[in-house]
């Protein structure tokens, strides 16, 4: 397994690869791996010839205030996990090779990234869309995997990758959870024993949603309106969103059907925790 840090040596890397056609497969994250980011290396490895995984904490996707400085990072461990899981190279780039002096050009999707994390986190989607394009002109992936952990996140590449006629076929693979429920998250490391414990609510949320539709209930009122009842008990936890949205516009329901996924984004202390999933299956 290589590791390479400069956007030449990548390009030659991806040259001569494609000059033999073999093909490519990406995973683009921000490295701290756990176990949903091996989920996706290996859905990668069964795809193309080659696995890229890139590992990059994208200074522009970061608000001010946000943990850009301290999100956690661990390039050797990250490489132990990589090579077991198949990857052939981890492209590691530092911020000033991505993002030279001069730097001036951004990709900007509009409508679904105006609501859920687009709405309390603004350029957040400018600033991944941004860098996932490059990621995608420099790797030339046939195949990208995501995870649907950023369930908006990944509607928001594919339109983005349909709106620009990327040649990538976009993947989202399930979240992968911890044994209690909890989504797996590099950001899980901030919180502290209590904090893990009261982080359960939003997979709870999620139970207790589908408990709620399967009893009957359909009204979307109503079962926010639980649900943040619920949410609101726990002394560490802060609402950002707790939305039932239709799975491709992401608007706002009234009623839950077969498109319905509820999406939340709750302050556990200081750490923003995300989770989503559908409400019928
Ligand atoms: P990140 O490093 O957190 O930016 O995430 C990189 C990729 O891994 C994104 O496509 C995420 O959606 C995905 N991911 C993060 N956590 C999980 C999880 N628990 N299960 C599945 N995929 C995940």
Not at 238 to 255: A, E, G, P
Request: charged residues 20%; glycine residues 6%.
């Amino acid at each position: 397994m290589k590791i390479i840090k400069t956007v030449s040596e990548m390009q030659q890397w991806v040259a001569t690869v494609r000059a033999t056609a073999q093909t490519i497969s990406f995973v683009p994250t921000m490295g701290f791996l756990h176990q949903g980011h091996v989920s996706l290396l290996e859905a990668g490895r069964q795809r193309g010839d080659k696995l890229v995984l890139s590992i990059f904490v994208n200074p522009t996707q970061f608000g001010q205030g946000e943990d850009f400085e301290d999100y956690p990072r661990d390039l050797q461990q990250d490489s132990q996990l990589a090579a077991t899981a198949g990857v052939d190279v981890i492209f590691a780039p530092p911020a000033k090779e991505m993002y030279p002096n001069g730097y001036a050009t951004y990709v900007d999707v509009e409508g679904i990234t105006e609501t859920l994390c687009g709405a309390s986190r603004p350029g957040h989607f400018r600033g991944v869309c941004t860098v996932v394009s490059k990621l995608f002109n420099i790797i030339q992936p046939q195949i990208a995997i995501f995870g649907n952990k950023d369930f908006q996140q990944l509607a928001v590449i594919k339109r983005m990758t349909t709106d620009l006629n990327l040649p990538v076929e976009i993947i989202g693979r399930p979240i992968f959870r911890e044994p209690d429920g909890l989504a797996m998250s590099s950001r899980n490391v901030y919180l502290t024993a209590e904090q893990r414990v009261q982080a359960l609510v939003l997979s709870q949320s999620l139970a207790r949603a589908k408990e709620l539709v399967a009893t009957g209930q359909t009204a979307v009122a109503d079962i926010i309106s639980q649900l943040k009842t619920e949410i609101d008990k726990r002394p560490a936890a802060r609402i950002d969103y707790v939305q039932i949205c239709h799975q491709l516009t992401l608007q706002d329901q009234h009623t839950v059907d077969n498109d319905s996924v509820l999406l939340l984004a709750v302050y556990i202390g200081k750490t923003r925790l995300i989770d989503n999933g559908f409400l019928l299956d």
